[in-house]
């Protein structure tokens, strides 16, 4: 990629429930602690990208928030798109500094979706207007997770896998997130548990669901002539992939799209491999955006490390663990740090910055020199995948 | 014990005029969708318009109420006017036009295979609305 773009600091607050701080509060605790990271002051601060305020402030809460700092961006944007927002609000950053226009972006995210019961006091039902009017909204209402379940039920369909191999990455995930300090639920459990826990849209049980929580999270970007002037570890962006495969949830328009492979997950990542100019296998570690565990099994196949099923096997013999092939989700996941689900992608990228930088601390994979972003948005209808890498 | 409530909701669409006469054509149960006049295309769901040619001079066509299970779940927790449990299934209809979300009825789970034929069967919720649901083939 030309005129390189740099990942110079990241801050976060711990995922849980925040109802006495505002999103205000909450992003400017993330980005104070990104700037300190990144060796930066806020006076340097050119370009500022967010993700979707829920309170629906119309894009104007980032107005707000640079008054509150005392800056004055040149760029500034509110970045909507599923959850890819904060993938693409990190490509609004990157694009600038790439063009030339700037030097320093922040691209944060704060929201706090448990508070406020995102999920469930919207009137409709949440996703009840993502859904077609004709195919999928009048069953479709009150939440998602039947559509993955349904595609969860298809996978074991063509793949033989059970709901104990889906278990089998929520404990994987778990036992990450029991040394990740942002981490929202960090106490052990087994398969039993996973299996006893409530079926809430079978094959899909509590212990496979990632939960809504509140968070912020923040990263500060750079030209590679700044990074390299203010930061003795940069990380630097070294490809970027994104792709739509024209559905929103199931694929209704035909009846020949998968719902257990994704095509966009493969394209972005296809993309994103091409533009950083390696091979899959040369990932040492990954953060994928599942929301649900069986899509934890669906997404590494997609990206390409391993056949359709094949994750069966992975996840019994520890290859996506640390010390393993290709180890995912050292922090967590979405399952087990906690969803807000617009933030999630920061707290990724986070999770991938510290690996490289080399201060994961206990689940730190060694010598990891690349690593990889997968978010997505829909169900799995469009994809965003990012690449990063160390000197 | 799967419950018998209709556990859907009126869709956005019930009276938008390029999408009301999908929603009456439930009513005399026949499932329609549209075709383009100018490109031939036929496609499903019916929308405003045609999604080859973009074009919106379009006329009401009938659809096959076949299909075969693309996959199902069992609904456990679902918005509170919802009854739990209840069996949701995807169809793949037979036109291979296009897929549609339902409730299955009449059916236990441990009756429903993927893959197996289905049908489409409707039940009328009040006298404005009438939604289409999902039977297993005799």
Redesign the interface.
């Known amino acids: 990629m030309k005129n390189r773009v740099a990942i110079i600091g990241c801050g976060a607050v711990k995922i849980g429930r925040h109802p006495d701080r505002a999103e205000s509060d909450l992003a400017m605790e993330a980005i104070r602690l990104a700037l300190h990271e990144a060796n930066i002051s806020k006076d340097r601060i050119e370009g500022l990208f967010t993700t979707p305020d829920l309170l629906e402030c119309v894009g104007l809460q980032i107005n707000l928030l640079c008054e509150y700092m005392r800056i004055n961006p040149k760029f500034m944007a509110e970045i909507s798109c599923g959850a890819i927002a904060a993938g693409l609000a990190i490509r609004c950053g990157m694009n600038e500094i790439m063009l030339g226009n700037i030097d320093v972006a922040v691209c944060y995210g704060a929201e706090r979706e448990a508070s406020i019961n995102y999920f469930t006091d919207s009137p409709g039902g949440q996703g009840y207007n993502l859904q077609d009017p004709v195919a999928l909204q009048p069953y479709g209402s009150g939440g998602i997770i039947w559509a993955y379940a349904l595609s969860a039920q298809r996978y074991m369909h063509e793949t033989g896998a059970k709901e104990e191999h889906f278990a089998m990455a929520s404990i994987r995930n778990r036992k990450n997130a029991m040394a990740n300090p942002f981490a929202a639920f960090t106490s052990p459990i087994t398969v039993e548990d996973v299996m006893r826990s409530p079926q809430l849209s079978y094959p899909i049980k509590l212990l496979d669901s990632s939960a809504s929580r509140d968070g912020a999270a923040a990263v500060v970007l750079a030209s590679e002539d700044v990074a390299k002037r203010v930061s003795d570890k940069p990380v630097f962006i070294t490809g970027w992939g994104q792709y739509h495969d024209n559905s929103c949830f199931i694929p209704v328009d035909g009846c020949d799209k998968s719902i257990s492979t994704f095509v966009a997950t493969t394209r972005a990542a296809e993309e994103a491999f091409k533009s950083a100019n390696i091979t899959p296998g040369e990932v040492d570690v990954a953060e994928v955006y599942a929301p649900f565990s069986p899509h934890e099994l669906m997404i590494p196949e997609d990206i390409g490390w391993f056949q359709k099923g094949g994750m069966i096997a992975a996840l019994e013999k520890g290859e996506t663990e640390v010390g393993g092939k290709i180890p995912i989700n050292t922090d967590g996941g979405l399952l087990s740090r906690g969803h807000p689900w617009c933030v999630t992608p920061f707290y990724q990228t986070r999770a991938i910055v510290k690996q490289l930088r080399g201060e994961a601390g206990e689940n730190q994979v060694d010598g990891a020199k690349i690593g990889l972003v997968h978010c997505e948005g829909g169900m799995l209808n469009n994809a965003v995948v990012m690449i990063l890498g160390r000197e | 014990m799967m419950n018998n409530k209709p556990?859907?909701?009126?869709?956005?669409?019930l009276h938008y005029p390029s999408?009301k006469e999908?929603w009456e054509g439930l009513k005399r149960r026949q499932l329609l969708t549209k075709k383009c006049l100018p490109c031939n295309e036929v496609?499903?769901?019916?929308?405003s318009h045609c999604?080859q040619c973009l074009g919106n001079d379009l006329e009401w066509v009938k659809l096959s109420d076949k299909g075969t299970l693309?996959?199902?779940?069992?609904?456990?927790?679902?918005?509170p006017e919802?009854d739990t449990p209840y069996l949701?299934g995807?169809v793949?209809?037979s036109d291979?036009?296009?897929?549609?979300?339902?409730?299955i009825v009449g059916a236990e789970?441990k009756q429903l295979k993927?893959g197996m034929p289905v049908k489409i069967v409707y039940a009328d919720v009040d006298e404005d609305f009438t939604?289409y649901c999902i039977a297993l083939e005799k």
């Open positions: 556990n859907c909701l009126r869709p956005s669409n999408t999908f496609f499903f769901p019916p929308r999604p693309h996959s199902w779940t069992q609904v456990n927790m679902a918005r919802f949701l995807l793949d209809l291979g036009l296009g897929r549609l979300a339902g409730k789970a993927i939604i």
